[in-house]
């Protein structure tokens, strides 16, 4: 859903989007989770400027609970972006 919402419309080139997901635990335990490096950044040796953030970058969630995770973009100019965050969920 949230892939859609960034491909189906047009932004701005300077204004910041942000979405809003929610992270619910429906199990009996505690689910710890952490967003993992981005790989593909940490090889490119041209440094472009941070075009998506995730807020938090980590958390505990208890059972029976939930947790909102903001992702922002940043648009540089209009062209395609694209971008994956990788979560490690214990």
């Avoid at 993992?36 to 980590?58: A, I, N, Q, V, Y």
Wanted: glycine fraction near 4%; include cysteine; charge should be positive.
């Amino acid at each position: 859903m949230l892939k859609n919402l960034l491909t189906s419309k047009k932004f701005c080139a300077v204004k910041k989007k942000t979405f809003y997901v929610r992270l619910v635990n429906e199990k009996e335990i505690t689910c710890d989770w952490k967003l993992l490096p981005h790989r593909e950044g940490m090889m490119d040796k041209k440094k472009e400027p941070l075009r998506f953030s995730m807020e938090p970058t980590s958390g505990s969630i208890p059972s029976g609970s939930k947790q909102i995770i903001a992702i922002s973009f940043f648009p540089g100019f209009e062209k395609e972006y694209q971008h994956k965050f990788n979560l490690d969920i214990d």
